[in-house]
Every structure is written in C-alpha cells, then in structure tokens.
C-alpha cells in the first residue's frame, strides 16, 4: 500500500511562486509514474506534470516553462515547483501515483488528499 501526503500550498500573488511537496510512504519501488493534476472549482480534473521513474517529465501546455516537476528518491519525495504564477493556477493540486509508466490512459492508482494553491491578482 502506498500513502501520498501533499504539502505547500497557500496563498499568492500574481507572478509569485511556491513549491509543493508530496511525501510518498509504503512500498515505493513498484512505482513507474508519479504526477501531479488540479482541480479548479467547477471545473473537470486536468493534469499538469507527469515524472516517470526514468526521470522523464512533461508538461500541461498551461504550465510549461513555469513549473518544474521533480522527485528526490532518497527522501521518497515529489516535487512541483511552480513560478509566475497566475489567478488561473488556482485550484486544489493533487499528487498521484501509478505502476505503469506515464504515457497511456492508464488510471492512477493512489492520490493524495490534495494542497490548494490561491493566486490573487
């Protein structure tokens, strides 16, 4: 069983920045794929960065160029970095996790509990 635990969010102004954190606990080693998705009020679930266990990531359209996905394996421990930060990133970020690698329709199997993240203009 793996537990994922978020942290980080608050918030922001415009242009501002913050990093999330999501803390992955149980048997990690299984894991291909580690992403992180939001959820606006309203508004359907999207994906915003995805890191798979060869270290390869990719991006929303939305966020390329201002956030930064990252992992440190040592501390079981996922990152999203995120800069220039707009009243549009507002939205409940989640972490999730699956055990099939990144491409594909594949569903995740494990999700945190989410981290909200407020910008202001």
């Known amino acids: 069983q793996v537990q994922l635990v978020e942290s980080g969010g608050g918030s922001v102004q415009s242009g501002g920045s913050l990093i999330l954190s999501c803390a992955v606990f149980?048997?990690?080693?299984?894991?291909?794929?580690m992403a992180w998705f939001r959820q606006a009020p309203g508004k359907e679930r999207e994906g915003v960065a995805t890191i798979a266990s060869d270290g390869a990531t990719s991006y929303a359209d939305s966020v390329k160029g201002r956030f930064t996905i990252s992992e440190d394996k040592a501390k079981n421990t996922l990152y999203l970095r995120m800069n220039s930060l707009k009243p549009e990133d507002t939205a409940m970020y989640y972490c999730?996790?699956?055990?099939?690698?990144?491409?594909?329709?594949?569903?995740?199997?494990?999700w945190g509990q989410g981290t909200q993240v407020t910008v202001s203009s």
């Open positions: 999730a996790a699956k055990y099939v690698y990144c491409s594909g329709s594949s569903l995740y199997n494990y």
């Open positions: 149980g048997y990690t080693y299984s894991l291909d794929c």
